[in-house]
């Protein structure tokens, strides 16, 4: 569990599944474009799949995925947390989305800080990437906000709809 500025990240459990499918249906139109996951068909069994897997990624420490949620309230608010981890080169990715009725509120950026922050000083990694699809403008936002160095388009660098997409890719370093 990571406590950071008003905000909880942790694990997500079985109880988590409504409240998150209601975020993910909530944010569609928003998220869609960028996360090919978030459908309008999303369900609960979707969530506790996701839940899972997660999980098992965490154990065996290949990702840390976890919900966002207001510490004050206990609302959900989204999901954060990094994958692709890179012990041997420590570096991992670090992805975010916040639900539709809660973005524009710096949610997103306090994640990217306090992820970035526990992949430093928890776990060893030197490096955290964030990769943003052309014309996510709001994920860009986030990431240069959050202080992350643009270092270059990366050609087909994600795949979304049945199609590859260029991709802006950021990094923060460790200090």
């Known amino acids: 569990m990571i406590f950071a500025n008003g905000l909880l ?6 109880a988590d599944a ?4 209601a975020a993910v ?4 139109a928003s998220i869609a474009p960028w996360m090919p996951w978030c ?6 069994q ?10 098992s990624a965490q154990e065996t420490g290949s990702a840390y995925d976890c919900g966002v949620f207001c510490l004050d309230t206990g609302d959900l608010l989204g999901g954060a947390g990094l994958n692709s981890i890179n012990t041997l080169n420590k570096m ?3 992805g975010y989305w916040v639900r539709s009725s809660r973005q524009r509120q710096g949610i997103a950026l306090r994640c990217v800080q306090a992820l970035s922050e526990h992949a430093f000083s928890q776990l060893a990694l030197q490096r955290v990437e964030i990769v ?4 996510n403008k709001a994920s860009e936002a986030v990431a ?12 087909k660098r994600l795949y979304l709809h049945g199609a590859a997409h260029d991709a802006h890719m950021f990094a923060l370093v460790s200090a």
């Open 46 to 55: 979707d969530a506790l799949t996701w839940f899972a897997h997660s999980g």
């Open 132 to 135: 943003v699809a052309v014309g």
């Open 25 to 28: 249906l909530e944010s569609v």
């Open 18 to 21: 409504a409240a998150f499918t």
């Open 39 to 44: 459908k309008p068909d999303y369900s609960e």
């Open 9 to 14: 990240l942790r694990p997500l459990l079985a």
């Open 92 to 94: 991992c990715n670090l």
């Open 144 to 155: 240069i906000k959050a202080g992350a160095q643009r270092e270059g388009l990366a050609r």
